[in-house]
C-alpha cells in the first residue's frame, strides 16, 4: 500500500472520524473497514493507538485554528463566541468557538499555510453557512472584511512609496505643492459600511466585557492605511465625497497632488465650499490626515 | 564530522513579535536568533523591517513549519523559491524544519503529525530532502517530533528511522531534547539509549523547551522554563557532542525577553560548563 493512504487515513483519524471502538479486537477490525486500503500490518499499527491520543492532535489542530481566528477576527469571533453562548450557556464561549472552527472544516479546509486564506474561508463560511450568526446583526459581515483588511493592511508587502511631509507644504506655494507627486498605495483598503464602524471597534475595544450593543444603523466609510512611521494600520473615517474620490484614484500609480485634488473636488457638491480657498484649505486638511494614516504616499523615487 | 560541519553558536532564543522592539532597542547579549520563516514569508510593514534590523545585527537562523517534508503532496516549489530569497536575506547558515507532515490530501493539518517508520517513508523523505536541499543551497536539519499517537512501528524503532533518513538524505538532526523526553516518557523508552543510538555527529543544533503534564500524556506545549529532564538530558548531549547550538523555545504565553534570556543563559552556562569539564572546544 501507498504511504499516501497511511497519510490520508491518520488525517481522517484525526479530523474527521468518530472515536470508533475501543475494544482491540473491534477496533481493528473498524479501522481495516474504513482504510481498506491499509496492510494487515498497518491497520495492526493505527488500531494499537487509543483514539484519545488521535484526540490530542484534533485538540491541537482545532484550538490552534480558533487561536489564529481570535487573533484574526478579534471583535467577530468574540461577538460570536458571545452569541452562540447566549444561546447555549452550559459550555464556555471558547468551547463554542472551538465547535465552530470544526464545523468550518467540514465546510471548507484549511488548504494553504496562509492564515489569510483560513481567515477568508471563515468569514465565507459564516456568510454563506451559518447565516444565523449575522440574523442578530448583519453588520457583522462588514466588522468580519475590516478585521481581515486590518491584517492584509498590517502584513502587505512593501511597495515603492515613501511618507509624505505635510508639515513641510506651508513653505510651497500653491502650484509647487499642487504639482508633487503622490500614490495611494496597493495595500490601502476603503470600505462603505452600514454603521459608524470607527466608533464601534473603539467602544468595543473600552467596553470589551459590558453588555452587546448593536451598532444604530448608519451609512459610514472608513479607510485603512500603514502609517509610514509606525508601519501599524490607521484607520480613517471618511465623508462620502473623500471616499468617492480615494476610490476614484489608481493604486500604486504616481500621479500629482492636483489630480487628487481634482478627484475630491469633482465628488463635492456644488454648494459644499464658499469660494476656492476654503474647498483648497479643506483639501489639504483632509490630505494631511491620509498622509499621515499611509493612505496618500509618495513615490519612492520623489 | 561533528556538528553536521555547522557552526556552533552557543545558545539562542527564537525571534518572538512580543520582543522586536525590545531587541532592538536594547541589544540583547544572545548568540543568535531563530527565526520561523512562515512568520515573514510575503509579509511587509512592521515584521519586514523588524527582521531586516535584527538581521542586521544578530546571526539569525531560519527553522520552518511549513515544509511538509514527509507528505505525498507534492513539494510547493513556488514557497521554496520565496523562502530561499528569505534564508538569502537573513543569511541563514542551515535550514531546519520537522520530520513529520503538516499537509495531506491538500489540507493543512497545522500540526506536527508523525511519520510512519517504514522504508516507504525513508526512500520518500530522503529524496525530498535532497531536491529541498538543491533548491536552498544550504544543509537541511530535520527536528525530531513530539508523537502522541505511535506510528507505524512494525518496521523499525524511531532512533534507526531518523538515523537512515539523515544518511539517506544527507541531513543533519535538529535534535530536540525535549521532544527525546516527552516521547520517552509518552511511548516508555530510554531517552539515553535512544540518543545512543542515534548519529549525534549530525546534530547540527538542539532545542530545548517546557512542557505540560497531564494525566495521561505529557504535552509539548513551548510554554514554561525547559524541563528538569530537559536540561539534565542536555548535559547528556553536550557530553557527547561537545559545543553546539542550542535554542529555547518559549512559544505560548510567551515572557518576557529578560525571562526568556534568563532560559538562555543558563543553557549557555551548562554548555560552557560541561564543555569545559570535558576539554572540548
Redesign the interface.
Known sequence: M???D???A??TL??DAEDGPSEATARRAWIAASFPGLSD??S???A??PA???G??TE??FA??RSMLNWAYPISMAIIGRLLFERDNSQPIGHHQYDLVRELHGFL??????IRDLADGFHRFVCEWRTDLLEPWPGLADLMVMEAADVSV??????PVSALQPESWAALDVESLLMRPVVVPTCVFLARVGFDAIAFRRDWVDNASGPMRWPVESQSFVACG?APE???TEWVSLDGPSYEALASLPRGEAMTINDGAAAWLAAQTEDAFADEASAFAAFCEQLATWARAGIIMAPAEA | MRNFDLPALGAGIGLRTEHYDEIRSTRPDVGWFEVIPENFLGRGGYVARALREIAAEFRCVAHGVGLSIGSTDPLDRDHLARLRGLLDAIDSPWYSDHLCFTMVDHVNLNDLIPLPFTEETIRHVAERSRIVQDILERPLLLENVTYYAAPSRSQMGEAEFITRILETGNCGLLLDVTNVCLNAKNQGYDPIEFIDSIPLERVGQMHLAGYEDHAHVKLDTHSRPVSEDTWALYREVLSRVGRTSALVEWDVEVPSLDRLLDEQRAAQRLMDDVCASAGAN
Open positions: 501507498a504511504l499516501s497511511f497519510l490520508s491518520v488525517r484525526i479530523l500490518a498497518e495492526e499499527d493505527l494499537r493507538v484519545e491520543r488521535f490530542v492532535y491541537t489542530i490552534g485554528e479546509p484549511w488548504r494553504s499555510h496562509s498590517f502584513y502587505a508587502e512593501d511597495e500603514r509606525t508601519l501599524l
